[in-house]
């Protein structure tokens, strides 16, 4: 579904990307894993239109969407839930989720697909005609995703979901993600814990410094001496 193609990006003069390839395919959750400044969230960026490409090439489901504005890649199936949550403060949980299928044609079809978002996080069910500003930091990074979720993606792009968040919020997340990969969601999961991220992800990425590290099944990273040993704990 998603080919990033020999990429290189830049900030100003330094090259934060390079020649970084990554693939999706369709119905697989994939992980990016690494430190601090590897290069993820410019990836899930640069993905969306967020970030111009210096260099290379990125296709979503076989077209060239390199130069697409991110409108047009929304427009496409692609949605960013973005590091630090970012929701609307001073709105409800239920004007968020509405805000999340602002460019959807097919109406008809929100009450239903909020009552599913409340299902998928029970949490909000709760918490409906609350100002999102005024909950937890893991019930605005539920809220966050649910609000993704509406948008009825193709391709979902997660960047540090678990980030700064509770233990007991964190298994919560990777529930959902789990949920949804059982459901064929196709997931590109930026993270820093590289534990959950590897227990959610079929394959993955490490990054380090704009580059791919290493690569490979995410039982096979889990189980690496390297991985182990610097993101793992053991």
């Known amino acids: 579904m998603i080919e990033f193609d020999r990429v290189n990006v830049f900030y100003a003069k330094n090259r934060v990307l390079k020649d970084l390839s990554v693939t999706v395919a369709a119905g697989e959750v994939v992980a990016l894993i690494g430190p601090n400044a590897a290069g993820k969230t410019t990836t899930l960026r ?35 839930v973005p590091e630090g949550r970012q929701v609307f403060a ?7 989720l509405r805000m999340g299928a602002y460019h959807r044609a097919d109406r008809k079809y929100l009450g239903r697909d909020l009552e599913r978002a409340f299902d998928m996080f029970p949490h909000l069910a709760t918490r409906r005609m609350q100002r999102a500003g005024s909950m937890s930091g893991g019930e605005q990074q539920m809220l966050a995703i649910a609000r993704g979720l509406m948008s009825k993606p193709r391709f979902l792009l997660l960047d540090e979901p678990t980030l700064g968040l509770a233990p007991i919020i964190v298994e919560e997340i990777a529930r959902v993600v789990r949920e949804l ?8 999961l930026a993270e820093q814990n590289a534990a959950m991220a590897l227990s959610c992800a079929s394959r993955a990425y490490l990054l380090e410094s704009g580059s791919v590290s290493l690569t490979g099944l995410a039982d096979e990273l ?4 390297a991985i182990r040993s610097l993101y793992l704990g053991h």
């Open 222 to 225: 889990r189980d690496s001496d």
């Open 181 to 188: 990969a059982a459901g064929g969601m196709t997931i590109l």
């Open 90 to 96: 001073k709105f409800t949980v239920m004007e968020n």
């Open 46 to 80: 640069t993905l969306m239109g967020l970030k111009e490409t210096s260099s290379g090439n990125i296709r979503f489901a076989g077209e060239d969407v390199t130069r697409l504005a991110t409108h047009q890649r929304v427009g496409r199936g692609m949605v960013l």
